[in-house]
């Protein structure tokens, strides 16, 4: 029973393609993220959503939309992909915002040719 | 604004020796100190946290971090390390005003057998 799951696990695609990656988490908690970590391993935080509300949105392109149809759901659309869009997202969650540990996905492997 | 460094991208220890993966802070105000474990082509893993209270934390897996108020520190340790224990760690703080995790850039751990 994975808590938190994304898919898909890789996703291979070109330039100027839009492409989305879904992510549940069945641990009922309130809060999820979504992460953005690049080939040297940095990771920086895009978005997040408590109870299907957004709450950070750091600056990343407007072709990043997350969209988040209930609390145990939270996916990111990104359309006109870039060379520079090649990383690993992770999707996560934790209990409630502030001092709750975040449980992480294993990543999707995103790589724009 | 809040910040964390990791002063070492990789540390080296032989199996059964003592380790530490050193993190030091910057904050305005309390600080929420965290540190997380990455496995290859896995999410990110909590390990433990420092909220407030005593100074040692003890974690997963027979991790602990001690936090030092007056050298800002919070560092990683175990007593015997592990060839297991061989992945990415990572330091990080909560920033209490935005609810936003700040990651450290990650120490890749080696064991040696």
């Known amino acids: 029973d994975t808590a938190v799951s994304q898919t898909p696990k890789y996703l291979v695609t070109q330039m100027g393609n839009d492409k989305s990656i879904k992510c549940e988490q069945n641990l009922g908690h309130d809060t999820m993220y979504w992460y953005k970590q690049d080939s040297k391993k940095f990771l920086k935080i895009m978005f997040s959503?408590?109870?299907?509300?957004?709450?950070i949105n750091e600056t990343v392109p407007n072709r990043f939309s997350p969209k988040s149809p209930d609390k145990a759901h939270l996916n990111l659309h990104i359309n006109s992909l870039e060379l520079g869009d090649s990383a690993v997202y992770f999707c996560a969650s934790s209990q409630e915002m502030g001092v709750s540990p975040l449980h992480f996905g294993n990543g999707t492997r995103l790589t724009v040719t | 604004a809040q910040s964390v460094a990791q002063p070492e991208d990789q540390v080296n220890v032989a199996e059964g020796n003592p380790l530490t993966v050193k993190c030091t802070y910057s904050v305005s105000g309390n600080p929420y100190l965290f540190w997380y474990v990455q496995y290859p082509n896995r999410g990110l893993q909590f390990l433990l946290k420092?909220?407030?209270?005593?100074?040692l934390v003890k974690g997963s897996y027979g991790f602990e971090a001690e936090f030092n108020k007056s050298q800002t520190s919070f560092h990683l340790k175990k007593p015997s390390a592990l060839v297991s224990d061989s992945a990415l760690y990572f330091c990080?703080?909560?920033?209490?005003?935005?609810?936003?995790?700040?990651f450290g850039t990650g120490t890749r751990l080696k064991v040696l057998a």
């Open positions: 959503y408590n109870n299907k509300e957004l709450i």
């Open positions: 420092y909220i407030t209270g005593d100074n």
């Open positions: 990080a703080v909560l920033d209490s005003g935005t609810y936003k995790y700040i």
